[in-house]
């Protein structure tokens, strides 16, 4: 069974940062993206940033851009993080992991498996 547990959420003030992990278990997600997502109060769950099967490939919203980085560790089946910078009160929201079978996935429906998420709140 596919399980993505996250954690390090939590509460930082703006212009702090905070890393965020995806703990993935129950198949080889090796060669599979990872994104993060995240939902604001009152709004729509939305990208975040992506990062490909081989590590090699990263690409983010325009909105969290040079704020933002995503690695993996396929080598611990497979752990990734999401690590963010100079964080902004409206960055305030649940963050998200989530695995898709496919390239380049930014939209909600081509993942295919979800964390429950984790909060992450910015004080300013």
């Known amino acids: 069974q596919v399980q993505l547990v996250e954690s390090g959420g939590g509460l930082v003030q703006a212009g702090g940062s905070l890393s965020l992990s995806c703990a993935a278990s129950?198949?080889?997600?090796?060669?599979?993206?990872m994104g993060w997502f995240r939902q604001a109060p009152g709004k729509e769950r939305e990208f975040v940033g992506a990062i490909s099967g081989s590590g090699g490939s990263t690409y983010y919203a325009d909105s969290v851009k040079g704020r933002v980085t995503i690695s993996r560790d396929n080598a611990k089946n497979t752990v990734y993080v999401l690590q963010m910078n100079s964080l902004k009160p409206e960055d305030t929201a649940v963050y998200y992991c989530?695995?898709?079978?496919?390239?380049?996935?930014?939209?909600?429906?081509?993942?295919?498996?979800w964390g429950q998420g984790t909060q992450v709140t910015v004080s300013s």
């Open positions: 129950g198949r080889t997600f090796s060669s599979y993206t």
């Open positions: 989530a695995v898709a079978y496919r390239d380049y996935a930014r939209l909600e429906d081509q993942y295919d498996y």
